[in-house]
């Protein structure tokens, strides 16, 4: 199983699945998009373990992941106002 990792010249800085650019938040917006973990880990190349192993990872920091997916969201509304007709 993959550890959980943070370095700022990949994905910002952002949690991800050591030796990969899977971040933890990728994992779960899958799975909230209706993904089942095993296609999850099929289409990201990494084992089942690691997509429940990044799932127990956010859960596990909720005050972290609130302001990785705040973060996220203010960056697509700038891209809405700049192109409503792009989103």
Known sequence: MRSVVRTEEVLGGDPR??????GVIHV???????????????????????????????????????????RRESFVEGIRRERPDAV
């Open 28 to 70: 779960k917006e899958r799975l909230d998009a209706g993904d089942d973990p095993a296609r999850i880990a099929t289409d990201y190349d990494i084992d089942l373990a690691d997509v429940y192993h990044a799932l127990a990872y956010y859960h596990d920091n909720p005050a972290e992941m609130d302001e990785i997916e705040a």
């Open 17 to 22: 699945l050591d030796g990969t650019r899977v």
